[in-house]
T-cell receptor, first 113, second 116 residues
Framework: ETGVTQSPTHLIKTRGQQVTLRCSSQ?????VSWYQQALGQGPQFIFQ???????GRGNFPPRFSGLQFPNYSSELNVNALELDDSALYLC????????????FGNGTRLTVT | GDSVTQMEGPVTLSEEAFLTINCTYT??????LFWYVQYPGEGLQLLLK?????DKGSNKGFEATYRKETTSFHLEKGSVQVSDSAVYFC???????????????FGRGTQLTVWP
């Protein structure tokens, strides 16, 4: 069983640029969630995708957007990067059932300078 | 809104010591409760969970009991090992509100360091 994989592992961008992060969900999982984890903090929910549509969003501005593809993989896009966007971005996949736990990838470390 | 308050760290213990990490929650519904562990350079791994009041989750010697009356889900282990050194996160999910898709609310995390 293949776990959740994220790419790239590290990324350095300049303020104002745009970035795309990628996530391959665990085999058989149809739901993908994205979280932002600032240094020393717990992860914060960005949004969730189910059947290629956004299904729930946290307190993040519209410049954070995403996609889910027919194979359930997903992208997180961030436009007009700000210094405060520097964080570890975690992707998690699950099944669409109440008891299905989230399986997290190892994350992408984004640094905005 | 839903939230989790977690004991601030860092926590430093000697091997074989008893561990408690406190966690309390605020929720308007009937959440499921979780403990996740994060080892250096890795993502989060589910350690244990409890889905209703008085349930006890357990795994790898760790335990936590869902206490509705005190809105708590404290993590305990009787004898810690050096390999338990990691960051521990308490979290809740609103999945039980009739929706099959939920999101996790995390605490800030507690860094545990165990010395030999």
């Amino acid at each position: 069983e293949t776990g959740v994989t994220q790419s790239p592992t590290h990324l350095i961008k300049t303020r104002g640029q745009q970035v795309t992060l990628r996530c391959s969900s665990q085999s058989g999982h149809n739901t993908v969630s994205w979280y932002q984890q600032a240094l020393g903090q717990g992860p914060q929910f960005i949004f969730q995708y189910y059947r290629e549509e956004e299904n729930g969003r946290g307190n993040f501005p519209p410049r954070f957007s995403g996609l889910q593809f027919p194979n359930y993989s997903s992208e997180l896009n961030v436009n007009a990067l700000e210094l405060d966007d520097s964080a570890l971005y975690l992707c998690a996949s699950s099944l669409d059932s109440p008891d299905s736990p989230l399986h997290f990838g190892n994350g992408t470390r984004l640094t905005v300078t | 809104g839903d939230s989790v308050t977690q004991m601030e760290g860092p926590v430093t213990l000697s091997e074989e010591a008893f561990l408690t990490i406190n966690c309390t929650y605020t929720a308007t519904g009937y959440p499921s409760l979780f403990w996740y562990v994060q080892y250096p350079g890795e993502g989060l791994q589910l350690l244990l969970k409890a889905t209703k009041a008085d349930d006890k989750g357990s795994n790898k010697g760790f335990e936590a009991t869902y206490r509705k009356e005190t809105t708590s889900f404290h993590l305990e282990k009787g004898s810690v090992q050096v390999s338990d050194s990691a960051v521990y996160f308490c979290a809740l999910s609103d999945r039980n509100r009739g929706s099959t898709l939920g999101r996790l609310y995390f605490g800030r995390g507690t860094q545990l360091t165990v010395w030999p």
